[in-house]
């Protein structure tokens, strides 16, 4: 359980505020995914490979997405969203939409 509010430390805050954070923005990820009419074998290009993003992209691949692009310039990012499967492009080296 992760008590609410989260006003006071205990011995594992930094994991509730994870499980909190993670709650909240793999929620946001999933939902995007279903109001875009996603159907598993599509192809999905995600342009933000912030946390939004990359959990979008990761609820993509969950639900049977054929190839998932992340497009961002932040090589860091870039470099997660390729551990999770997903194919990065770095607009600062490429055009994305070529």
């Known amino acids: 359980l992760i008590p609410i ?3 006071h430390e205990t011995a594992n805050s930094t994991i509730e505020h994870d499980y909190l954070t ?3 923005i793999f929620a946001t990820g999933w939902a995007g995914i279903d109001y875009s009419g ?3 074998g599509d192809s999905v290009a995600v342009f933000g490979a912030g946390p939004v993003g990359l959990l979008s992209a990761y609820s993509a691949i969950l639900r049977g997405a054929s190839k998932v692009y992340v497009v961002d310039h932040v090589e860091e990012r870039l470099e997660l969203a390729a551990s999770i499967g997903a194919i990065p492009i770095n607009f600062a080296k490429s055009d994305p939409v070529a």
């Open 22 to 24: 993670v709650s909240d």
């Open 5 to 7: 509010p989260l006003t």
């Open 38 to 40: 996603f159907q598993p």
